[in-house]
């Protein structure tokens, strides 16, 4: 899994996005998701404002382990605090 860094582009988008969301982290998230296109996890309403794929996710948490297995990415529950 890579990590996707914060560049120029993303944050030019940032700049001229409509404020139909107002959480900075997840305008941020949005533009990159705009920029890289590349689909956005998620359940918040806000970002079906924007033009961006968006894949929901279930509350339950077995269902969570599978669409994080499915979109190839490590599961937020198999770290060890």
Do not use: W
């Amino acid at each position: 899994m890579d990590l996707l860094s914060i560049e120029l582009d993303h944050l030019a988008v940032v700049a001229t996005m409509p404020l139909h969301h107002r959480d900075p982290f997840d305008r941020l998230l949005i533009a990159q998701a705009m920029v890289e296109q590349v689909p956005i996890l998620g359940m918040d309403s806000a970002f079906d404002a924007y033009s961006i794929q968006q894949l929901s996710v279930i509350k339950y948490p077995h269902y969570q382990l599978r669409i994080f297995c499915q979109l190839g990415a490590e599961s937020p529950t198999s770290n060890s605090y």
